[in-house]
């Protein structure tokens, strides 16, 4: 499917994750559609990628560790062509590779995930390997705020500055809710840059549905000559784009109904 800007992309995520969820009477929706802005830009405009050929030696790694939203993944490799859009259809089904949380016997998927707390691990041994063998592709790595609550996230940003791992861009979803609740009742995150930098990393902090601001910290990243991993910090908001999903932790779970995802379906329409 052709898109003009990433915008359009962005919008027809969040339609195909809802249709997902709605079909399958899934959960996740909320983390789905925070992400969408940032899966979008990532797709339209960063990544090194060839849906023909998704084991290219020289793409870029996506690695999403937030697996349980993974139909914002799904969408965004179905529409740009990893794999025929309407295979979605069977999403969450009996016998389908689609299943509930990342599976990386999709097209494009780098890693299975739904455990939180491993891609980040992982993409620092992409990282790794990508520097000794002197190649030029990136790894990027995609995280919730709430999997910040596992300790092997906190091994990773050890490591990766020791090993001026600067070919790799961690991004935070920082939507400000987990499972529990509010991430700020639940473990504290605050002050996350300080940490992060503190932990001698170089930090950025975006609004995470700002394409423009997206598009122009990625582009920071890549052109960044100092030698240490990068870190994103995008403020999103949960359930973005669905004004009764928005901010609620009931959409962590919750899978709507036919009125409510009528509802959804014309907000997300209209959305410019
Ligand atoms: C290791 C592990 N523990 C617990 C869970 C159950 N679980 C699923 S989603 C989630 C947290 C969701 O909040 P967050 O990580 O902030 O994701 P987002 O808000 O982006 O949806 C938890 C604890 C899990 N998937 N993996
Ligand atoms: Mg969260």
Not at 123 to 140: D, N, Q
């Amino acid at each position: 499917m052709q898109f003009s800007n990433s915008a359009e992309l962005a919008k027809a995520i969040r339609l195909k994750s809802l249709e997902m969820v709605y079909n399958a009477k899934a959960s996740h929706i909320g983390g789905a559609l925070s992400m969408a802005d940032i899966l979008a830009v990532m797709y339209f405009d960063i990544l090194n990628i060839n849906p023909s050929d998704p084991l290219q030696p020289t793409r870029d790694r996506f690695l999403l560790s937030k697996g349980h939203a993974c139909t914002g993944l799904y969408a965004a490799l179905g529409l740009k062509g990893f794999f025929p859009v309407d295979d979605l259809n069977t999403y969450a089904q009996d016998g389908s590779i689609f299943l509930s949380h990342t599976s990386h016997y999709i097209p494009g998927v780098e890693i299975s995930a739904g455990s939180l707390g491993h891609a980040l691990s992982v993409s620092t041994g992409l990282a790794l390997a990508a520097k000794r063998k002197k190649k030029e592709w990136k790894t990027y790595c995609l995280i919730s705020d709430g999997e910040l609550n596992e300790g092997s996230n906190w091994e990773a940003i050890l490591f990766s500055p020791q090993h001026q791992l600067d070919n790799l861009i961690l991004i935070i979803d920082y939507n400000k809710i987990q499972s529990f609740g509010k991430v700020e009742n639940v473990i504290q995150l605050e002050p996350l840059k300080d940490k992060l930098v503190a932990f001698n990393w170089d930090v950025f902090e975006v609004d995470g549905h700002s394409h423009e601001e997206l598009r122009n910290v990625f582009a920071n990243c890549n052109n960044s000559t100092i030698k240490k991993p990068k870190a994103v910090i995008a403020h999103t908001t949960k359930g973005k784009g669905v004004s009764f999903m928005e901010n609620k932790l009931l959409w962590h779970y919750k899978s709507p109904d036919k009125d409510q995802f009528e509802q959804a379906k014309s907000e997300i329409l209209s959305i410019c």
